[in-house]
């Protein structure tokens, strides 16, 4: 008996699973240098953010959804948890980081369907859901200084320009970090999002396995740098320097890691292009004009609204030239 | 290095057969020849059962414009005329040759392998009345008769034959194989074709995965007037005949039309050689070179072929079905189809035999999709068949138009780069028949309005 089935025979070597451990290897430069950084409570506030992540999912696949081949296999609740857990103070309770969780996978994630089906990244929604609910310690900052923890707290660079402004000072009158902290991760902020260099190295691998393409990250980073360059060159007293907007505030990880999410990023080549613009230009008007100094999330979150529309618009066909 | 544009994947290659000379199969007790071959209507048979045939003698006489000639294979006995399973399992009209053992072929054929290179006494008009009486159909796989791609409409120009030495499937080697030992066959060939259509340049495409293929063609071109060799970039589906002409000259064809309309008519290696064989050695397409190829065999070969020739019979050559093979493709792993049984004819258009082990054969387990957009980034139409897949899903056929299902054909990137394993071009042929047929009711109730 032969077996009988439609064409192709073949299938290339890559599937979810080996696409998501992929990502995980590629967080793990981060994930050192934030261990490295503030020691092992970053270590133990991740592994409870990835334990929680995988805990909901398995609870509502097994229970609710009835499935029987878990979902959780497939480790891109890992990622979650991770990413949530890169975009957190390390000082937060650690039962803050379960809520976030529950949130970032029971609602954003598994009430629509699981994965591949969610509207909005769940990281970033279990991220924003904390910094709504729990803003005091949301924006509570442990110092870095040459590496270690001193015990103090600290703003973020971001947080630092922002208060500046407000109180009517001018950028120049700011001790703002130098670019060389800047790009090593010599600043305060988020478990994951300090160190621009550990980040692009995982962004680097990432490419290289061809896990995503150069279109979210590029055009994310690049309109930053651009419209930054604008307001910089309009007014350079009230405006920080590109180079500031394109290492501070998760601008790296928001633009390698939580943009890129398969599930809430365009389909095509030139959607990934539109929408990474989009979340560049949100993110530097979020970041002078808004309320909150930080505004990666936010205008990633907007654009995974958009990307239905975005899907819509059609993209070159063959025979469309003559 | 030129490719086509919009996008393609890369599949594992798997030429196991890479550089294996062309040896000859045995002549077969018995061949089966199906009358239809080729696009187009079926040749109506013009013997009957008891007649005795030599090699070359025909048995199928073209039924219309859009159709082609079919000939004995061997010399022998009518022993049947009646209906088979081919390769779609569907029963077709095939005649049974039961061979004699003497192999004597038509005397008008030249056996001789001399090559004759003067192509002065042949007209335009010779030229085409012998393909058409030799029966060549295009034998890339898509076997569309050549008479008719040679007849292009009056109010078109051709200026460029292209001529298709890609082969993007993997595995494959026979066309391979023929252009490293009859290239000068094959150049010759190319100019008898140049000279029936009346075009002055001729672009052969191979990719470069082929270095020694492109380097003796490359040598045997500089002699003749106006063959260019164009290495391509290794991507598939460049062997398709839409994508061989963007690849090589920037022009792209319209939906739902023929290459002719961009000026430019496409033929395969393998056709262009048997185009030589018809005009200059009167012979009609009676064998053609086959790939039998799997990670399960012990040895690989390419074979020349007589048509008409089993499956099972065509395995021997490599020591017969391997143990553990759970599927067997006529053709690439790509494109070609599985077969149900051994017991099918090699036809004009068959390629290759690829055995699959059980682990081959076997899809991998579907899981969610992910939206990563791979089998959009795939895609050589541009088409999205994350979309279609869910339109044919929900019977959506007006809108499975909408999206130009219809330029779809069915190359497999999308489900082959699927890290979700999701059947996609399965769904999306189901729903592209389904709007064919569509279309096709709707054209017939305006002209019978009309």
Redesign the interface.
Known sequence: M???????????????T??MCNVLIALVPALIFSVYVFGFSALLLTLVSVASCLLFEFVIDKWLFKNQNY?IK?C?AIITGVLLSFNLPNSLPLWMVVIGCLIAIGVAKMSFG????NIFNPALVGRVFLLISFPADMTTWSKVSEYTVDGTTGATPLGMVKEGIMSGKTIADLSLPSTTDLFIGNIGGSLGEISVIALIIGGIYLLCTKTI?WHIPVSVLGSIAVFSCILYLANPELNANPIFHLCTGGAMLGAIFMATD??T?????FG?IIFGIGIGVLTVIIRRFGAYPEGMSFAILIMNALVPLINKIQ???????? | MKTFT?GG?H??ENKLSKGVAISIAPIPERVMIPLSQHVGAPANPIVAVGDIVKVGTKIGESAGFVSANVHSSVSGTIEKIDMYPDLS?NKKQMIVIKTDGNDEWEPTIDRSTTLQKDITSFTPEIIKEKIAIAGIVGMGGATFPMSVKLTPPKDVTIDYLLINGVECE?YLTADHALMLEKAEEICVGIELIKKALGVSKALVGIENNKPDAIAKMQQVATAYQGIEIVPLKVKYPQGSE??LI?ALTG?????R?LPAS?GTIVCNVASTFAVYEAVIKNKPLIDRIVTVTGTGLTTTANVLTRIGTSFSDLLNVVGGLPEG?????SGG??????????EIPIMKGSSGV?C?TEK?????PE????????C??GC?????P?LLYALSKKSMFAELNEH?VT?CF?C?SC???????KPL??YI?LGKAKAIQILQNEAKKEVDKK
């Open positions: 032969l077996t009988v089935s439609p064409s192709p025979h073949y299938q290339s070597e890559t599937s979810t080996k696409l979902s497939d891109s699981g994965l591949g089906c393409t398969y599930a990023s365009p389909m095509t080549s990934k993209h070159r066909r063959y025979g469309s030239k003559n | 919009i994947v599949p594992k399992g993997p839409k994508h963007q022009r792209e064809v319209p939906s039309k961009v093979t759970d599927k067997v493709i792993p790509m494109m070609g189809r599985a077969v149900r049984s051994l690829l699959m081959e054969a076997h899809r991998k899981t969610n999709c992910i939206r990563c957009g791979r959009v980034d050589p139409m541009g088409l999205e994350y130009n330029d069915e497999g489900s082959f780069s699927c890290p979700a394993h071009l399965d042929r």
